[in-house]
């Protein structure tokens, strides 16, 4: 498609229950970023795909967040036993190369309750 | 640790002047900054970037201002639209152990009153 898309857009889970993020990159960008914007937030980084594999993971919050990416394109970030603090607009951007500047998804607002 | 500052989280501007964006940042290594808009319900959008190498970087109404020996970059929007209103993030980058990180500020929220 011609931008980054992500889904679902709005996403209201219970406490515990596991969330998984889709998101759909630019075809041929080779880097892709998982972001999160918690409310009064700067944009957080979570992880870095440069095709399939993942050279940086550091900003993944807790060992129930991970995320994958298939044939170089879509990307899944999967939230586990999903908490109040996890609440936020995850973001997804890609570039097509890692030194250029990223377009963005419209993101996914969590609401964990 | 926040390395890129963003210290004013609002900003109301009348239509026609100028609105100035400021951005802060620690870290030397930073040498590309970039500006993105983000309106409600949308992810940002790029607007405008600076390489290291320069101090100022032009677009239409659009400039950015780089003073390295300050760490501060800050946004000119000449003259301000009310289609501006959005909110405002810098970000910075550096090559850190074999990857590019790109740091965002908090974000500034401009509204143009008409």
């Known amino acids: 498609g011609a931008g980054v898309s992500q889904s679902p857009s709005n996403k209201v889970t219970e406490k515990g229950k596991d969330v998984e993020l889709r998101c759909d990159p630019i075809?041929?960008?080779?880097?892709l970023y998982w972001y999160r914007q918690s409310l009064g937030q700067g944009l957080e980084f979570l992880i870095y795909?440069?095709?399939?594999?993942?050279?940086?993971k550091s900003g993944l919050p807790s060992d129930r967040f991970s995320a994958e990416r298939t044939g170089g394109s879509v990307s899944t970030l999967t939230i586990q036993r999903t908490q109040q603090e996890d609440s936020a607009v995850y973001l997804c951007a890609s570039s097509l190369e890692q030194i250029y500047g990223y377009t963005f998804g419209s993101g996914t607002r969590l609401t964990v309750v | 640790d926040q390395q890129v500052k963003q210290n004013s989280p609002s900003l109301s501007v009348q239509e026609g002047r100028i609105s100035i964006l400021n951005c802060d940042y620690t870290n030397s290594m930073f040498d590309y900054f970039l500006w993105y808009k983000k309106y409600p319900a949308e992810g940002p959008t790029f607007l405008i970037s600076?390489?290291?190498?320069?101090d100022k970087n032009e677009d239409g109404r659009f400039t950015v201002f780089l003073n390295k020996s300050a760490k501060h970059l800050s946004l000119h929007i000449v003259p301000s639209q009310p289609g501006d209103s959005a909110v405002y993030f810098c970000a910075a980058s550096a090559l850190i152990s074999g990857t590019y990180k790109y740091i965002f500020g908090t974000g500034t929220r401009l509204k143009v009153l008409a």
């Open positions: 795909f440069q095709g399939n594999s993942a050279p940086d």
């Open positions: 075809s041929g960008h080779t880097a």
């Open positions: 600076i390489s290291s190498i320069k």
